[in-house]
């Protein structure tokens, strides 16, 4: 069984930072795409920033120039680096990866862990 564990979550004032972690366990062949999402209430998941196995990286625009994702391939962990922030920011971010197993490759999502931007 796949699981994706976040943590770092925590309420900040504005202009902090925040590091995101995700773990990644269970009987896993590979991890391809993992990105980091969030959804704030009342709104669409959206896309925060993604990485590829090779270490391609793309951003929503919103976030772009403020926050940055890495992955440790070995640890099967993704980090989301989040600085500058704004009360915009504030949403349950979820972690998710394009998984192998030897029965498919799927995409799963982790439980989230809620950002609060508020002064």
């Known amino acids: 069984q796949v699981q994706l564990v976040e943590s770092g979550g925590d309420s900040v004032q504005p202009g902090g930072s925040l590091r995101l972690s995700c773990v990644v366990s269970g009987n896993i062949v590979s991890i391809l795409d993992m990105a980091w999402y969030r959804q704030a209430p009342g709104k669409e998941r959206e896309l925060v920033a993604a990485v590829s196995k090779g270490g391609a990286i793309d951003y929503g625009d919103s976030v772009k120039g403020r926050f940055t994702i890495s992955r440790d391939n070995a640890k099967k962990m993704v980090f989301l680096q989040m600085d500058s922030l704004k009360p915009d920011d504030t949403a349950v971010y979820y972690c998710?990866?394009?998984?192998?197993?030897?029965?498919?490759?799927?995409?799963?999502w982790g439980q989230g862990t809620q950002v609060i931007i508020s002064s």
């Open positions: 998710g990866g394009n998984i192998v197993t030897w029965r498919s490759s799927v995409w799963y």
